[in-house]
């Protein structure tokens, strides 16, 4: 089992910056992604961004040049800086590992509980 421990976020205005941590802890096997997913107001959820095996990055098109995403993996920690915020990045973000599942293709999925980021005008 693995579990997921998010912290940060909160309430910013228009233009401010956040970040978020999450901790991975567990009988992790191999990581092959871990990062951030938000569920927006409307919306489904949404990957934000992830480092995935080998340390490549990946964001959507709509935080670009705004969020970066970094990991240590000494201590499976991920981290998330978001600047100039706006109302559209209000939304509960939620820290994602995918573990695999050795001797396969296969992989576990784990989500954290989330954590209410609010962007105000």
């Known amino acids: 089992q693995v579990t997921l421990v998010e912290s940060g976020g909160g309430l910013v205005q228009v233009g401010g910056s956040l970040s978020l941590s999450c901790v991975a802890s567990g009988s992790i096997s191999s990581i092959n992604a871990m990062g951030w997913y938000r569920r927006t107001p409307g919306k489904q959820r949404e990957l934000v961004a992830d480092?995935?095996?080998?340390?490549?990055?990946r964001y959507a098109d709509s935080v670009k040049g705004r969020f970066t995403i970094a990991k240590d993996n000494a201590t499976n920690t991920v981290f998330l800086g978001m600047n100039s915020l706006t109302p559209e990045d209000t939304g509960v973000y939620y820290c994602?590992?995918?573990?695999?599942?050795?001797?396969?293709?296969?992989?576990?999925?784990?989500w954290g509980q989330g954590t209410q980021v609010t962007v105000s005008s």
């Open positions: 994602h590992l995918a573990d695999a599942v050795p001797g396969t293709l296969n992989e576990f999925a784990y």
């Open positions: 480092v995935i095996r080998g340390g490549r990055t």
